[in-house]
């Protein structure tokens, strides 16, 4: 079964500086997308960055890159210059080829610091 | 620009009564979701649909059920509300192509059951 762990419960970092948010990934389908959502203390959910299985290249979205590790089965985002908009939970998912559902890790809080 | 839309920001209802989220998405997409989001343990899957009249139960399907009439339209009923209901429901929908349809996401509402 398909499973998302984030570990990281709360983070915190400075205005501008990069910060680093870690989601590993369990499935046995070798055939798989991961995404990265972003939720805001009004509750939207944002799509931030996608990332296939068979992509060569690490996903990269302005600011935001997926930093791709099959092997590991790690898919961790990271957000450069840091702003204070960035404050959020922020969400990691997995779908399955030919699996219509999305399933999502538990979620990091990331304040940014002024 | 697209648009999932949920009936009810917030929601009170007390202990046992019947309770309707609705849910409409105007993206003529396939695939419709429910999902409810707690502290701790990030979006979980409720109930899916993939088509008109076609419902399949996600990983916590208990105390819950669906209804798909129409493309555009998902309810999630509550047949009898309990206090372990109160919780930040969420409604997604996607079209229906491979691992990298992302989900389309409404606002939410926070129900509260007394």
């Known amino acids: 079964a398909q499973k998302i762990t984030q570990t990281q419960p709360g983070m915190f970092v400075q205005e501008k500086e990069a910060v680093t948010l870690d989601c590993t990934y369990d499935?046995?389908?070798?055939?798989?997308?991961l995404f990265w959502y972003k939720q805001p203390s009004s509750g939207e959910m944002i799509f931030l960055i996608y990332?296939?299985?068979?992509?060569?290249q690490n996903a990269t979205e302005g600011r935001y890159s997926l930093n791709f590790q099959k092997a590991r089965k790690s898919a961790n985002l990271v957000i450069s210059a840091s702003q204070l908009g960035d404050s959020a939970m922020y969400f990691c998912?997995?779908?399955?080829?030919?699996?219509?559902?999305?399933?999502f890790g538990a979620g990091t809080i990331l304040r940014v610091k002024s | 620009d697209v648009k999932v839309t949920q009936s009810s920001r917030y929601l009170v209802k007390r202990t046992g009564e019947k309770v309707f989220l609705e849910c409409v998405q105007d993206?003529?997409?396939?695939?419709m979701f429910w999902y409810r989001q707690d502290p701790g343990l990030g979006l979980r899957l409720i109930y899916f649909?993939?088509?008109?009249?076609?419902?399949e139960k996600g990983d916590i399907p208990e105390g819950y059920s669906v209804s798909r009439e129409k493309k555009e339209r998902f309810s999630l009923i509550l047949e009898s509300a309990s206090t372990n209901q109160t919780s930040m429901y969420l409604c997604?929908?996607?079209?229906?192509?491979?691992?990298?349809?992302?989900?389309?996401f409404g606002s939410g509402t926070q129900l509260s059951v007394l």
């Open positions: 499935t046995s389908d070798p055939s798989y997308g």
């Open positions: 993206m003529d997409h396939e695939n």
């Open positions: 998912a997995m779908r399955e080829e030919g699996g219509n559902k999305l399933v």
């Open positions: 990332q296939g299985s068979y992509d060569q």
């Open positions: 649909s993939y088509d008109v009249k076609m419902k």
């Open positions: 997604a929908s996607s079209p229906q192509g491979g691992k990298n349809e992302k989900l389309f």
